[in-house]
């Protein structure tokens, strides 16, 4: 079953996007939640035409998303946690929100589930990575640092 995506949806695709799917879940998650229209002839002649337009607006939003990763590339994030006394290890964790948090005070506002920390959650002290998603084609590079509070 051929479903046009109407959202970007996880491990699937992006929005406008045709992909192939099992009948089953696209009748019964895709279709029903809104996140796809069935691929029907007449709808695929409406995204191209859609699309066709869309270009030069696209054009346009890679550019800027380059010129944001640049700009985050050569950023220094310092996120702050609390720690037991003699210890490294942080009480609870920082997590992609944390990230997004400190981004958005450097200007740059970035959601939550567009980041992605090497190696999951942190719970200690250091230096870590994340895998920033600006664009569909422009993926972001960033390190930061965890400090005691």
Same mark, same amino acid.
């Given at each position: 079953?051929?479903?046009?995506?109407?959202?970007?949806?996880?491990?699937?695709?992006?929005?406008?996007?045709?992909?192939?799917?099992?009948?089953? !879940?696209?009748?019964? !998650?895709?279709?029903? /939640?809104?996140?796809?229209? /069935?691929?029907?002839?007449?709808?695929?002649?409406?995204?191209?035409?859609?699309?066709? /337009?869309? @270009? =030069?607006?696209?054009?346009?939003? %890679?550019?800027?998303?380059?010129?944001?990763?640049?700009?985050?590339?050569? @950023?220094?994030?310092?996120?702050?946690?609390?720690?037991?006394?003699?210890?490294?290890?942080?009480?609870?964790? %920082?997590?992609?929100?944390?990230?997004?948090?400190?981004?958005? @005070?450097?200007? =740059?506002?970035?959601?939550?589930? *567009? %980041? /992605?920390?090497?190696?999951?959650?942190?719970?200690?002290?250091?230096? *870590?990575?994340?895998? %920033?998603?600006? =664009?569909?084609?422009?993926?972001?590079?960033?390190?930061?640092?965890?400090?005691?509070?």
């Amino acid at each position: 079953m051929d479903i046009i995506l109407k959202q970007d949806v996880e491990n699937l695709g992006f929005k406008d996007d045709i992909v192939s799917v099992k009948p089953g !879940y696209g009748r019964n !998650y895709l279709l029903p /939640q809104g996140k796809g229209v /069935q691929a029907t002839p007449s709808a695929v002649k409406m995204l191209e035409e859609t699309l066709r /337009q869309r @270009a =030069h607006k696209e054009a346009k939003l %890679i550019e800027d998303a380059n010129k944001t990763a640049e700009q985050l590339r050569s @950023a220094e994030l310092v996120l702050k946690g609390k720690v037991a006394k003699g210890s490294n290890k942080l009480f609870g964790s %920082i997590t992609t929100s944390n990230i997004s948090e400190a981004l958005e @005070a450097m200007g =740059h506002s970035v959601d939550r589930k *567009y %980041i /992605q920390i090497t190696g999951g959650s942190v719970k200690s002290l250091g230096r *870590y990575n994340a895998t %920033i998603r600006l =664009h569909r084609t422009v993926n972001v590079e960033v390190s930061f640092e965890v400090v005691a509070e």
